[in-house]
């Protein structure tokens, strides 16, 4: 297929562009960077431009929709205008150029609303019960993409969760910086389980779903590696893979939740440089159950997870 892949700059949307590169596709992607994917026609822009997305979709058969405002703080509207008006301009396209498989990447936080998730599938989108601009964004934009399911264009939404591994920006950078400069703490000893995903088992999944569209249309499915562990465990095995002293101090989870609230309102009037060190979704990520049942996932997609958590770990610390 022709299959443009929109936020291809990103460590996700890479992973996924040379997926299906690497499966024979065509790839086109649309960002404001270069994907840097050997084999893929970029298209360098926002996807807010609704002029350049009709060029870079036009003769497209398959659309997968990664690009996103992604942070823990940020303007209000600015979330507005990529996450949400930007899925409308992707979707818009996407129908005018005759699209018949689309792929919207979600995220479980569109769920959340403060509680633990455990065991549970992909539970409705609740944009006002979300927490934070992001998830508000992202649950907004889900509703959005799965409203235009339609036998013409089979849309499907992913929700990855936690995604992992080699190179990682972002959760890994993000985790080894703080560890190495003792601000990492366990909220409540880091006994919450949660689901991650690793990279490989990420892009493999959401490819899956450009293939299954046509069966699994119209739903939202939660993709995870299927092996919750506690957070604990989790942060000491990325630290220890990539070198630095895990956390060793613990935190309550309510002094967290309000310091992180706190820290929000001071953000709101003079935000810093770079992510707020604890927001109160953030003490709730850490504190709180995040496990999904991923049989409906496995069943839909014909799908499963080829890299398992201690393999990626190994994976992790060789890339050092």
Known sequence: MIVAVTGASGYLGGAVAAALVADGHEVRTL?????????????LGSVTDAA????AFTGAEGVIHLAAKVSLAGDPAEFDRVNVDGTRVVLDAAESAGVSRFVHISSPSVAHAGSALAGVGAEPASPQDARGEYARTKAQSELLALARDSDAM?????????????????LVARIVDRARRGRLPLLDGGRALIDTTYIDNAASGIVAALRRADVAHGRAFVLTNGEPRPVGELLAGICTASGV????????????R??????ERVWAVRPGTDEPPMT?????????????????TREALDWAPTVTLDEGLRRLAAHR
């Open 31 to 43: 960002q404001r960077r270069p994907s840097g994917v050997d084999g893929a026609t970029d298209f």
């Open 280 to 296: 109160r979704f953030l003490a709730e990520q850490l504190s709180t159950a995040h496990w999904f049942d991923q049989r409906a």
């Open 258 to 263: 309000a310091v992180g609230s706190l820290i």
């Open 52 to 55: 350049l997305v009709r060029e």
């Open 245 to 256: 002293r895990p956390p060793a101090w613990s935190l309550p989870a309510g002094i967290a």
């Open 154 to 170: 089979a849309v499907v939404a992913i929700r990855p969760h936690l995604v992992w591994g080699p190179g990682d920006p972002q």
